[in-house]
């Protein structure tokens, strides 16, 4: 494996293109107010609903065709198993997505519907990773990871590109960090054009993995709990690769946000522009309060970076509600 450069950036647009879209920078103007030129980079806008696609689609497309046949598997059944079976699909090979018995049965009707076979194993989902490492051991199918791994970097890196062109004078960008595949793909092709743009990583406080590990120097594990920003939950791997040195090397800030601030910023984002956002997608909105807006330059690129809620809870959090707030780590609130 190599190093993700600007030039595997390029190729990873390449070879998504046709699987992934090219998503639109739209200006928010009610969020924004006089002072920022606040553009958001609308990955909602994915046929699958999230940026995981961009990464997903691209290891998928530098497999063989043999490998591709053969199979991809993951053991996600949120965005990056929508990502990994509907990519698949387009480039004609096999998904295979391991899950634990306890998966929502409308988690698993989405992952079949986009054409995937599914592998219910055992109760956690390190039962399910660990099916997913008998595929590739015994039956050579190839795994897709959700985040640490170059070519699902560099294919998350694409955002980048489309951000340096359509806003080229931009300053600052703001992206949902969790295990940091999204954020470094960002920051090295924001870098490689000016090293002046400031990149922000934004987590919540509930599983903010990658922001203990930086603080500790090293991968370490945080304890994890109830958030309406589910797709930042997870670890980033005691054994990480290529996240972890990345996000310490090109990330200028990260930002811890509470259960509160994740439900305001999803409520903003839909009643003053009207664009619907899960929790995770919406954490960069948060930002945008006084407390840290001196974090903020002028001109602002947020990613917003899925939309994988389903309405009736989007519903009770558009009414006011915080569905995670008090029940657990009420503390942080
Ligand atoms: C996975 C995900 C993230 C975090 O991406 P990482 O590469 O793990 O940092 C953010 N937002 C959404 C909607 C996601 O699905």
């Known amino acids: 494996m190599t190093d993700v450069t600007l030039q595997s950036i390029y190729e990873a647009r390449r070879a998504i293109q046709g699987v992934a879209c090219r998503t639109p920078l739209v200006p928010a103007h009610r969020l924004g107010g006089d002072e920022l030129d606040l553009r958001l980079k609308l990955e909602t806008a994915q046929p699958t609903g999230a940026f995981k696609l961009r990464g997903a689609a691209n290891a998928a497309a530098r497999l063989s065709a043999e490998a591709l046949r053969r199979g991809v598997v993951c053991a996600s059944t949120g965005n990056h198993g929508r990502a990994v079976a509907y990519a698949a699909r387009r480039l004609g090979g096999r998904a295979v997505v391991c899950m634990s018995s306890l998966v929502p049965q409308n988690k698993l009707d989405a992952i079949r519907a986009l054409g995937a076979e599914t592998r219910i194993v055992g109760e956690s989902q390190d039962e399910a990773q660990v099916e997913v490492e008998r595929l590739v051991a015994e039956d050579g199918l190839s795994e897709i990871p959700p ?111 509470s259960e509160a601030e994740i439900a305001a910023a999803m409520r903003r984002l839909f009643l ?39 309405m009736a809870m989007f519903r009770r959090v558009v009414d006011g509600e915080v569905p995670f707030g008090t029940a657990i780590g009420a503390s942080y609130d």
Do not use: C, Y
């Open 147 to 257: 985040f640490d791994h170059p070519d699902v970097i560099a294919g998350q890196g694409t955002i980048g590109l489309e951000l340096l062109e359509d806003f080229p004078d931009l300053d600052t960008v703001v992206v949902p960090l969790s295990g940091g595949g999204l954020i470094a793909g960002i920051a090295r092709a924001v870098k490689s054009a000016s090293p002046a743009i400031r990149v922000i990583g934004v987590s919540t406080q509930r599983g903010a993995a990658m922001h203990a590990s930086l603080e500790a120097g090293r991968p370490v594990e945080v304890r994890e709990e109830p958030t309406l920003a589910d797709s930042l939950g997870g670890g980033i791997g005691l054994a990480n690769r290529w996240t972890f040195a990345m996000v310490r090397d090109l990330v200028d800030d990260t930002v811890l946000v």
């Open 272 to 310: 003053e522009e009207s664009w619907v956002a899960e929790g995770g997608g919406a954490v960069g909105v948060a930002l945008l309060q006084d407390r840290h807006r001196a974090r903020l330059g002028r001109r602002v690129a947020m990613v917003i970076s899925g939309r994988g809620i389903d």
